[in-house]
């Protein structure tokens, strides 16, 4: 099953190539929004393979090349708009010879208007060969995993009160748009589910799914009946997929949780540097004569080790470390120099790969891991997070490893906010925990665990604006998301994470489970009725389709391992995609849940949310919810003047530019004879 990565790469790479100027070489020219999408989905190695000599930035100041055209992939704003008509009315000629225009979204008719306006002042309309909107307005993380890169909705949708409805619609619709990209990229009109609690009739904010929804809905059928050939057909042919819209205020446990999986712990417990296509660790490693050195990884979907090992609990991950170093000598029948020719413990591999100089960047890549891994087990056990990951467990699964009701929690608690070794975050978390966790909450001992806690006041605030996240919802949704059944029920967490302190399931995977399965309780998470709903569930017999359009799905086992044999054919997905957005932010336990539904079920499912969250970072936005909304900042750099410090030419005549088109769907041929879905 291919990725949702690859997906957008194969658009962007499919877009370079379609470009082909009589003298074979050309430009790609960014800005900064676009650039950050572009990225996260290619490198530059990619780009440069398709007779691309230069990536520039159009913010920047450029040596022109006006004999080489140029490939624009440009956000649809005024301000890219703006410099890209400089880059053709310099006074000393245009830059390039001529201009591939490429939007990452759609264009707005004003500001369509507005830059026809501007190239015809300027007289450059006809150095315009193309102008395409691509539909790929977000950035790709790793293999079903997207985001918006958005940390300010969350701010903006939940805050306290400051939001009128029209702002808060506002910023929805941006979502919404966003979202459609999404879908057009995948190839899908989908299905849209999304959360409606019952006890929910007032306050915009809990009715965020369903106000996004009917966005949604509406940008999709605005598409659909501008391009009717939107779907393509699916080989094999499928139902349509299924988009799931929730929000923060579904599972308020996964937030504050100790993850204890390789991924989610290093992102929660050491210094990381979050990048858009992963994250960025510096540590000191220490050379053979002792000496130590600074060393920087990134963790990211290329790194075959890190992608082995990122969803296992620590305990797995050592161990699957040291076998598949094993794996690594032996394959390559290294001996360590007459030493031992297995490593049996991380102390060992240390050992023998300072006698690799040869594979230096295997060697690169197990020490790395190794010595992340060794430092998650020293805060692991630095911040006692044995006791607490036990205690926080039990309260989020209302629950003992022994089945047993936990009892006198406050009394447990107690001590571990009493504790200086203790941060402040880490008792915030606890604190808010069991807040979240609680039938009912006692003021008295809620004051009481406060008053041991001696929290700073930004962490207090963080516990008072729970309340803006609606707290009931989550239970009111039953946390599973599946229809409630009378009588207990014997769990069977154990036999999903052998783990005592990995017992609790996101709720995100219950909800997507149950929609699976059709357990899925129908009035808490019900289909969105789309006017459209006999032209969703109906794709095209692939017979009758013109056959030179080619599949945009290429088929790859990624995530299960069910074909045996080196000649086995690649396993198609055994049913229709699922899309899960999750307005907010989405933990890193939630993206596992992912890669575990697609596994289990051989389905594709893709997940994604404005952006990720660590429990400390969630935290400290909780504590903001009530303080004034930071300004927003726009990605792309306000337009202040040409670059070029140069006049425009004279506009002799008015020349209009050429016709919008979409370059997501299939157009004219190409010079092969058969069209292109993604030109």
Known sequence: MIGIDEILKKRFLELIKTVNPAGRWKLVVVDTLSSKILNSACKMYDILEENVTLVENIEKPRQPYPSYEAIYILTPCI???????????????PMYA???????????????????RLLNAANASNDIRSLKEMYVDFLVRENCVYTLDDQRKFLGLFHDNESSPAQIECQLEDIAKQLLCLCVTIGENPMIRYHRPLDDKQTINRRIPEHLTRLVQSELDTFCATNPEFPPPRDPPLPSGTLIILDRTIDHISPFLHEFTYQAMVADLLEVEEIPTGLKYNYKYT????????????????????TAIRHMHIASTTEKLIDDFNVFLNENKINSSGGPTTA???NDMKNMIGNLPQYQEMKTRFSAHMNIAAACMTEFKDQNLEVIGLLEQDMACGETPDGEKPRNLVESLTPILDDPYTSSIVKARLILLWIATSDTVNPDDLEALLSVARLEQEYKDAIENIRLLGVQLSKSANRQGQKTKKGKKKKNI??????????????????????????IDQSLFPNYASKNVRQKSLRRDPSQVVKEVPKLRVYKTQWHKKSTGANAAPKPPSGPPIMIFIVGGMTYSEIRSAYEIAETFDREVYIGSTHIITPDKFVEDLGKLDKALPPPMSVVPPYTGSIHNSVNKANTTKVPPPPRTTSSLPTSSSSKGYKIFGK
Request: charged residues 25%; hydrophobic residues 30%; glycine residues 8%.
């Open 79 to 93: 301000e890219s708009c703006s410099r890209l008509v400089d880059d053709f009315s310099r006074t000393e000629g």
């Open 98 to 116: 001529a201009a591939h225009v490429h939007f990452i979204n759609g264009l707005e008719n004003n500001t369509f208007n507005e830059f026809t």
């Open 287 to 306: 050379q053979e004569d002792g000496t130590t050195q600074d060393q920087e990884v990134t963790l990211i979907e290329t790194d075959p080790v890190y």
């Open 344 to 346: 049996g413990s991380l």
């Open 494 to 519: 154990q036999q999903e994470v052998p783990f005592d302190l990995s017992r609790y399931v996101p709720v995100v995977k219950r909800i997507v489970e149950g929609h699976i399965d059709g357990s």
